[in-house]
C-alpha cells in the first residue's frame, strides 16, 4: 500500500512507498525517515481517507450560476405546478433548493447586488450598482 499526503499547502508530506519506507518531506526536500513511526502513518492515513471522504461524499459546492439553473431545472420537473405570480411560494421553494443544496443563508444585502436581465437594478445607487443608471 502507499501513501502520498500532503498538509500545510505543500510544506510537509508524507510517503510510504510500495516497499513500507515512510518518509516525511519538509519544503520538498527530504527531512526525516518515519520509518516505524506508527503514529505519522495513522494521522496521514486518516488524513488521505477523510479527504477521499470528502471528495466522495461532499462534492464542492454549487457555484452561483449552477444553484440559479439548478433551481430552474428543479421547477420545470417537479410534478407540481408553481405559480410565479405568487412571490411567497417562490421564496419557500427557493429556501428549501438552498437548504437541500446547502447554500448559505441569503445576507440582507442582497439586493445590493442584484441586476435584472432588464437593466434595472434591485436597490438603485447602492453596492455593486452605484455606478449604474436606472433606465426607462
Not at 452561483?64 to 439548478?70: I, L, R, T
Amino acid at each position: 500500500m502507499t501513501l502520498d499526503v500532503m498538509i500545510e499547502n505543500g510544506k510537509y508530506r508524507v510517503i510510504q512507498d510500495n516497499e513500507g519506507n515512510l518518509r516525511t518531506l519538509r519544503y520538498g526536500e527530504e527531512w526525516r525517515d518515519c520509518c516505524g513511526d506508527n503514529l505519522i502513518y495513522c494521522l496521514a492515513a486518516e488524513v488521505e481517507r477523510l479527504r477521499e471522504q470528502i471528495t466522495t461524499h461532499c462534492p464542492d459546492t454549487l457555484n452561483p450560476s449552477e444553484a440559479v439553473y439548478g433551481f430552474a431545472a428543479w421547477l420545470t420537473c417537479r410534478n407540481k405546478k408553481t405559480v410565479m405570480s405568487d412571490a411567497a411560494s417562490i421564496v419557500e421553494l427557493v429556501k428549501q433548493f438552498c437548504k437541500v443544496n446547502s447554500l448559505p443563508e441569503v445576507s440582507e444585502q442582497w439586493p445590493n447586488n442584484l441586476i435584472h436581465p432588464s437593466g434595472e437594478v434591485a436597490v438603485p445607487g447602492v453596492g455593486h450598482n452605484n455606478q449604474l443608471k436606472r433606465t426607462g
